[in-house]
């Protein structure tokens, strides 16, 4: 029986090893987290019909029939008034519906007539006119062009690209956690769905690397910037992860050795992590907190009591080790301690609670504002342009902080003293004309 042949693409290992349901990669199907945040802007726009008269001229006619088009306000005179619009404007308009919400019940009717009318230079242009808000700073306008363009073609690898980076940008100029955390997922989940569905576009796992990497996910970051070193033919940059790749070896294997104290191989995390009892990490608290719990659990009570205290003096109020210490001395009858601890416990727990409740607070009342109100234009962000080889190669220097140190995230930037963002409008027009 002779072997399958296999592509080139295969031999050399790019080939996608992983390919997610539809409903999980495509914008239209998949959960929105960041909608809210766009659907403001959907309060510009009111919806007509097109006249019969129109739609039998138009080759997307019988697509049209009892879609409602979103028009700015300021459109409805001259639609009203008989003037006419150009059909681009109304597919500027479509796009930015789109992009404000995916899940909107016309967006299907809204990628079907703009398909049936324009060809794939559509979509690029709204890839483009996101990439154009962002070098200005206006972040929203440019995640709902990208947005749009994935709606148009969810796999499109220069939208998947921007609309990850873009996500990105916005986190790190927020201090909102309800708002960070809602785009860093975002921002994750794209650059993952990007180098699953494009494996040999190098600059997807560079970025990748570094979401692992603030994440703690240390195997991780390994893992990608390794597949980075692989597809990258930029020296400028894969030096610059070689760099990380070093830094990240000790911590990596910190990591290993509390992934295998979590699965119950005692002995052997303890193996892994004992040596850094005496290096540099002798200060990082989780290290004596796994060790700890593998002392306890494989009989060595009295090492497990000193891992405890120790994390205590490192982190004072962390609620786990005071747990296990309350267990410990409960289960050898020192009522003193354990009283102690309980004691602790619950005040450390009431005042969390209390600080948990006035945060909550803040961050709804924060949220609502980001929710209603336009925000000010941020630093412009540079997202690379080219051809995706030409992508790979660029150097995105925001990545790199001032110190050196491994988190790539650097301080907010303080926003611009801006006037309210001006939409740029006939964008699409200017870029590809009348058909």
Same mark, same amino acid.
């Given at each position: ?83 006419g619009i150009d059909m681009l404007v109304l597919a500027e308009n479509m796009a930015w519906v789109m992009g404000c919400d995916p899940h909107f019940k016309h967006t299907k009717d809204y990628v079907a ?13 709204? @890839? ?26 969810? %796999?499109?690898?220069?939208? @998947? ?6 996500? $990105?940008? @916005?986190?790190?100029h927020s201090r909102n956690e309800e708002y960070v955390g809602r785009f860093k997922a975002e921002s994750l989940d794209w650059f993952e769905l990007l180098v699953e569905t494009h494996p040999r576009f ?23 910037? +390794?597949?980075? @070193? ?21 911590? +990596? ?5 509390? %992934? ?74 020192? $009522?003193?301690?354990? +009283? ?90 200017? $870029?590809?004309?009348?058909?």
């Amino acid at each position: 029986m002779s072997k399958e042949k296999k592509s080139i693409a295969q031999t050399m290992g790019i080939t996608r090893t992983v390919i997610r349901p539809r409903e999980e990669c495509d914008i239209q199907l998949r959960e929105d987290r960041i909608g809210k945040y766009f659907r403001k802007y959907l309060n510009k726009f009111v919806f007509v019909e097109f006249s019969e008269e129109f739609m039998q001229k138009s080759k997307a006619g019988d697509l049209m029939r009892g879609v409602p088009i979103p028009l700015r306000k300021k459109e409805i005179k001259d639609f009203a008034g008989g003037e006419g619009i150009d059909m681009l404007v109304l597919a500027e308009n479509m796009a930015w519906v789109m992009g404000c919400d995916p899940h909107f019940k016309h967006t299907k009717d809204y990628v079907a007539i703009l398909k049936k009318l324009y060809n794939y230079k559509l979509y690029e242009g709204m @890839m483009k006119e996101g990439r154009d808000a962002a070098e200005r700073g206006d972040m929203d306008n440019a995640c709902i062009h990208f947005r749009a363009s994935l709606c148009m073609q969810y %796999n499109y690898l220069h939208s @998947m690209y921007s609309y990850a980076r873009a996500c $990105r940008a @916005m986190y790190l100029h927020s201090r909102n956690e309800e708002y960070v955390g809602r785009f860093k997922a975002e921002s994750l989940d794209w650059f993952e769905l990007l180098v699953e569905t494009h494996p040999r576009f190098a600059q997807g796992y560079y970025y990748l690397g570094y979401a692992y990497l603030n994440l703690g996910l240390y195997a991780k970051a390994d893992i990608t910037w +390794r597949e980075f @070193m692989r597809f990258s033919h930029n020296n400028k940059d894969k030096k610059e992860i070689r760099k990380r790749l070093d830094q990240i070896t000790e911590p +990596r294997q910190i990591e290993a050795g509390c %992934n295998e104290i979590t699965a119950g191989k005692y002995e052997d995390g303890i193996s892994l992590l004992e040596p850094f009892l005496t290096s540099r990490f002798n200060d990082w608290w989780p290290l004596h907190y796994y060790l700890g719990v593998a002392y306890e659990m494989t009989g060595r009570r009295s090492e497990a009591v000193s891992a405890f205290r120790k994390v205590l003096q490192l982190n004072g109020s962390h609620l786990e080790t005071m747990k296990e210490l309350m267990a410990i001395y409960e289960d050898e009858g020192d $009522r003193e301690n354990t +009283r102690k601890y309980r004691e602790k416990i619950k005040l450390i727990e009431a005042a969390m609670e209390e600080e948990h409740q006035q945060h909550l607070e803040e961050i709804q009342e924060e949220d609502k504002k980001l929710e209603e109100e336009e925000p000010e234009l941020m630093e412009p962000e540079h997202i690379d342009t080219g051809d995706a080889d030409k992508m790979a190669d660029a150097v995105p220097s925001d990545a790199k902080d001032d110190t050196g140190e491994l988190s790539e995230e650097s301080a907010d930037p303080a926003a611009e003293n801006a006037d309210e963002p001006k939409e740029k409008r006939k964008g699409l027009v200017k $870029r590809f004309g009348k058909k």
